[in-house]
């Protein structure tokens, strides 16, 4: 099977998660990565299965994530779709899905799944540790590991 799994990352969580299941899922197919970051335009068609990964950050998804869906939507739903987002407000994580990807997309979708970020505290600015420590008592960085979840995402992509 063909997969490309496209993502946008602000500091790089996602793009980590990105990278790790396309590690797992890689082992039994064939599998691309695509940052919108760095890269606009991106043929579909020649895929079969399509992750779309994308952080949310202040409560906002990824604005390159949201035009891409609106730009590709049917190109999309033609496809096995797997999505996530990235985010650390686990009290707000439907909304923070529903925020990126359209109901069409959700709803087609074989899974849909919030998974918890990281605080990287040497990858943001002064005021945003300011605003962190302020506002959410971190004070030092927060790093996860994903081994579970991402064996699950890449368990779907298995032929």
Known sequence: MKIVIIYCSKYGTTEKVCHAICKMAGKANEVDLFDLKNQKKLDVHEYDAIVLGSSVYAGKPRK??????????EQL????????????DKEHAVREIEMTYPAKMLQAAEKSEFIEGEFLLNKI???????????????????REYDDIVRDFAGKLMP
Not at 77 to 88: I, N, P, T
Request: aromatic share 12%.
């Open 64 to 73: 390159q994530m949201v035009e891409f869906c609106k730009n590709n939507e």
């Open 77 to 88: 739903l033609s496809k096995r779709l797997l999505l996530f987002v990235c985010g650390m």
């Open 125 to 143: 600015s002064f005021i945003e540790r300011l605003m962190l420590r302020v506002f959410f008592k971190v004070k030092q960085s927060v790093t």
